[in-house]
């Protein structure tokens, strides 16, 4: 059984969907070197937020050790 035209009418559905946008606009105005520093910056953070949430779990079974 063969699937005829149906892979190419999801592939133009999906993108009149999409609008024909770019997948990731760079429209933020900074270098690269700038981008990075601040994803750099926002990682740092986010370990830092989850790390202070694991300290603050105080009790009860790991979450890995589901049967």
Same mark, same amino acid.
């Given at each position: 059984?063969?699937?005829?035209?149906?892979r190419d009418?999801?592939? =133009?559905?999906?993108?009149?969907?999409?609008?024909?946008?770019?997948?990731?606009?760079?429209d933020?105005?900074?270098?690269p070197e700038?981008?990075? =520093?601040?994803?750099?910056?926002?990682l740092? =953070?986010?370990?830092?937020?989850?790390a202070?949430?694991v300290?603050?779990?105080?009790?009860?079974?790991k979450?890995?050790?589901?049967k």
């Open positions: 059984m063969s699937r005829g035209n149906q009418r999801d592939r =133009e559905r999906a993108q009149a969907r999409a609008g024909n946008k770019p997948k990731q606009p760079r933020d105005g900074l270098t700038q981008r990075r =520093e601040r994803d750099g910056k926002a740092q =953070e986010k370990a830092a937020r989850k202070a949430a300290g603050n779990n105080t009790g009860g079974a979450a890995g050790n589901k």
